[in-house]
């Protein structure tokens, strides 16, 4: 019997089942998984992923931020925000600047068409939020937040 066939000694199913209905982690990727299907369904016709909208978002202020530290604000690590930069770049909905205090650096602005497009999609997002938050019962979003920002 070749190893490809040799049967592999498995978990017993308890110890499945107990990570499976317990494990935190699990819970909350496969909860994220689902809200960033809903949300990019009701941002797509922007032209926008949830995740680019939440990136717009944390630009939106009077003096653009560097990437450096933009990246952990929203859980992604450099590389995966270069990446999500690019396309709104292309479109002219953000620039990426040289840092004037580090050359090294670059920072990110929303420009004046990303704002309008935010204008639009945050109408979008206020009410899908409302129908998710409908969905709850009554201070449970306010609990879930609660819970989340002492996990992260």
Do not use: Y
Not at 15 to 22: F, K, M, N, P, Q
Not at 49 to 59: I, Y
Not at 60 to 70: C, I, Y
Not at 130 to 149: T, V
């Amino acid at each position: 019997m070749s190893d490809a066939t040799r049967p592999v000694p498995l978990l017993p199913p308890e110890t499945v089942h107990l990570i499976r209905d317990t494990c935190l982690c699990l819970g909350v990727q496969r909860a994220a998984r689902k809200l960033a299907r809903r949300f990019d369904a009701a941002l797509r016709p922007f032209g926008l992923t949830n995740g680019q909208f939440s990136l717009m978002v944390a630009l939106n202020q009077p003096a653009p931020p560097p990437m450096g530290r933009l990246a952990p604000f929203l859980g992604m690590d450099p590389s995966t925000l270069t990446a999500a930069v690019k396309p709104l770049a292309r479109r002219g909905l953000l620039v990426v600047e040289p840092d004037p205090d580090d050359r090294r650096s670059r920072r990110l602005r929303i420009t004046a068409e990303g704002v309008a497009l935010l204008e639009q999609a945050v109408e979008v997002w206020r009410a899908e939020h409302a129908a998710l938050e409908q969905g709850l019962d009554p201070g449970q979003g306010d609990a879930l937040r609660q819970g989340l920002e002492r996990l992260g």
